[in-house]
């Protein structure tokens, strides 16, 4: 609507676009909420019996003990699942995935790399991802759903033992689920640092705009 | 993937009992899932000031609850635990209790009898001979710890189920609740269902050995449907019933069910 169009300087000759719908929005939140309650309960239990030769500082835990920290991760579960499920369902149902996290490919990754090391990665569009920031979506995606699986699989290992041959064997699923973990928190170390040096795109994400 | 020696610090008992001792309940744990509301609690629960404690212990305890139900419902009696090659066995496969071995229960076979009671037709109790002579099976399962350390063991011994039928228990009842020897006086309950589940079994032997005093002498119940908390060693009595009688780390806060 041509007519509507606002002045404001700061949004330019273009009206405000939406730039992340509003259950983009909510479950990116509720998803965050669930992954940091998963990630300090998860650690609880890792401390339990750790894979290798270090455990994580008590500060950095949640639920207390071992049999607090299950309560959490088991809790926690149920809302990292259905908002995780409600979330690739809209994405794929929305079409969401297609337009937004595909094509991705090497020569545009690359590019999009080397741009962002020598900081000449613009973010002027902000409704277009970049190569770099599709890679990592849509890799994280496959995380999830890996860390998920491996994590029911643990959970389950006989019930769900389809899960645990997945991954080979059960100690070898707590090794997919624990490396998973750790490369969330990479992402989450990246996502957060570029989201505070884009102001404007953590704004998209709490009001839309 | 068994031979990972890190996985079961099991090399070293001294290593393997500070890790246990790690998971004992103290004090403030027990109060933690009593449910007070105090600031010690609080603390322990988030590190932080934010979230109430009574309220998110309530949450908690109701969740797991709720996860007690979608695993009865989940379990299928007929899925059976994978089996392994005896070449797959964990050596040496671990002590793991919440006390030293020197304090494991020292029980003379020829003084010990299986006490059983509740809702079954003969509460005769059992001596070791006596149940030795029921027929036995063996099989090789991988035992899961709580803590997530897994192992490969090899146990013989009788079908729960059968026991069950030949003591004329009412199967409909909802748990078999098993006492133990140890000290601070270890039960566990196990779900009907499971307890009926094929290889659920009355252990007396480890590796074709009779069960030694590290895995239980003289009875282990060994449930590979289960995690291992809920495969009682040193057992005296069982019970079936259809109370509820809560058991040693359950009371504590680990998830009833506690199914694989």
Known sequence: MASLTVTDEQVGATPAKVIQPAWVRIMHWINALAMILMILSGWQIYNASPLFDFRFPREYTLGGWLGGGLLWHFAAMWLLMINGLAYLITGLATGRFRKKLLPITASGVLHDVRAALTFKLGHDDLTVYNYVQRLLYAGIIVVGVLIVLSGLGMWKPVQLYYLVMLFGDYPTARYVHFFCMAAICVFLVIHVLLALLVPKSLRAMIIGR | ?260
């Open chain 2, 1 to 260: 993937m068994a031979k990972r020696p890190f996985l079961i610090p099991g090399v070293d008992r001294r290593l393997l009992i500070k890790d246990s001792l790690k998971t004992m309940p103290d004090v403030t744990r027990r109060r933690f899932i009593a449910g007070g509301a105090s600031l010690g609690a609080l603390a322990l629960l988030t590190g932080c000031d934010v979230i109430d404690s009574s309220s998110a212990e309530t949450m908690l305890a109701k969740v797991s609850k709720f996860n007690d139900a979608v695993q009865a419902w989940m379990f299928n009696p007929d899925a059976l635990a994978p089996t392994f090659p005896e070449s797959a066995i964990t050596k040496p496969f671990p002590f793991n209790a919440y006390y030293d071995l020197d304090d494991a229960p020292d029980i003379d076979g020829k003084d010990w009898k299986l006490e059983v009671r509740g809702l079954v037709d003969n509460k005769k109790s059992w001596t070791l001979d006596e149940l030795y002579q029921l027929p036995q099976v063996t099989q090789i399962t991988r035992h899961i710890c709580v803590e997530g350390w897994s192992a490969i063991g090899s146990w013989t011994g009788t079908p729960l189920r059968d026991f069950l039928k030949l003591i004329g228990a009412d199967t409909r009842a909802q748990y078999v609740w098993f006492q133990c020897a140890d000290k601070d006086g270890y039960n566990s309950p196990l779900d009907m269902r499971s307890a009926l589940h094929p290889q659920t079994q009355m252990t007396f032997k480890y590796a074709n050995d009779i069960l030694p005093r590290a895995y239980g002498f003289p009875m282990k119940i060994r449930v590979p449907t289960k995690l291992g908390f809920k495969n009682p060693k040193y057992v005296v009595s069982m019970e079936v019933t259809n109370d509820y009688k809560g058991g040693y780390w359950e009371d504590q806060g680990y998830n009833s069910f506690s199914g694989s």
